[in-house]
């Protein structure tokens, strides 16, 4: 029950799933595109509720960190991209978010709660596509924190 209303399916090891779609921007985005560095891929729940706000507001903050450690940051919800446009330019994002209406990605990486949203959930994701780490909770207002933490540990065991 609570791999339904937190987290994934997906384990550390596991082969990252293959995804594409378009993000606030419309530009296309794959997991191909991340082949050779570090992919923090997070799910979420919704565009400009309390919590994914802070989370999304975090990576914003500390992404200059993450990118420091070779890792590109990229947001997945079942939003629609003029939801995912509106709340990057509200809050100044300055990364990517796929649209995913179908729930097709969300799908992929079991992470489709019963309310038909995300689970907020986060794959830290090596450079060969495979999972390394999740992270199914943190506080929203350190997420991106506990994320580098967790991903200096993994740079640390390379």
Known sequence: MLKQLFGSGLKVGDAAPDFSGRD??????????????????????KDDTPGCTAEACSFRDDRSELEKMGASVLGVSVDDAASHEKFSQKHGLNFPIIADPDKTITKAYQSLSPLGV?????????PEGRIR????????????KTVAKRLGRLLGEA
Do not use: C, K, M
């Open 118 to 126: 995300a689970n907020r959930v986060t794959f830290l994701i090596d």
């Open 133 to 144: 780490d999740l992270i199914a909770w943190a506080p929203w207002s350190s997420y991106a």
């Open 24 to 45: 606030q921007e419309g530009r296309a985005r794959a997991l191909s595109d991340y082949r050779g560095r570090w992919l923090v891929l997070y799910f979420y729940p």
